[in-house]
């Protein structure tokens, strides 16, 4: 179960074969095109990457296609960081400052700012 619901530019894709397969296929081809088998067996790399039974899913719907897998950053920073991840860990992980990373997170209301030391509790 995901602690940061995905956004509705990806329901294509987690309507069908769910959020967390959905987050293996933007981890792994985010940001490319990805074509999908019309017959994905377990042999096939992305039946490997997600599992046989979502790739058969894809194949139902987008069989002999490419599709454009999206980046999907500022959900992806907000899981990671709801998943206890630390800011430059998410950084690396999507190629990102640190900075922007406090941004997406801050827009997010998902940012502590620092307590004054010398206000009245």
Same mark, same amino acid.
């Given at each position: 179960?995901?602690?940061?619901?995905? !956004?509705?530019?990806?329901?294509? =894709?987690?309507?069908?074969?769910?959020?967390?397969?959905? @987050? $293996?296929?933007?981890?792994? *081809?985010?940001?490319?095109?990805?074509?999908?088998? $019309?017959?994905?067996?377990?042999?096939? %790399?992305?039946?490997?990457?997600?599992?046989?039974?979502? %790739?058969?899913? @894809?194949?139902?719907? =987008?069989?002999?296609?490419? @599709?454009?897998?999206?980046?999907?950053?500022?959900?992806?920073?907000?899981?990671?960081?709801?998943?206890?991840?630390?800011? !430059?860990?998410?950084?690396?992980?999507?190629?990102?400052?640190?900075?922007?990373?406090?941004? *997406?997170?801050?827009?997010?209301?998902?940012?502590?700012?620092?307590?004054?030391?010398?206000?009245?509790?």
């Amino acid at each position: 179960m995901l602690e940061v619901p995905p !956004p509705a530019e990806l329901e294509p =894709w987690t309507s069908r074969i769910g959020a967390e397969a959905t @987050l $293996k296929l933007i981890e792994r *081809h985010g940001g490319t095109r990805l074509y999908i088998p $019309k017959a994905p067996n377990q042999g096939c %790399a992305l039946a490997r990457e997600i599992g046989l039974e979502a %790739a058969l899913t @894809l194949a139902a719907s =987008w069989g002999g296609d490419w @599709l454009r897998v999206p980046l999907a950053r500022n959900w992806r920073v907000r899981l990671y960081r709801a998943r206890g991840d630390s800011y !430059p860990t998410i950084a690396r992980k999507l190629g990102l400052t640190e900075k922007a990373v406090w941004g *997406h997170l801050n827009a997010a209301s998902m940012t502590r700012r620092q307590l004054d030391l010398f206000s009245p509790s």
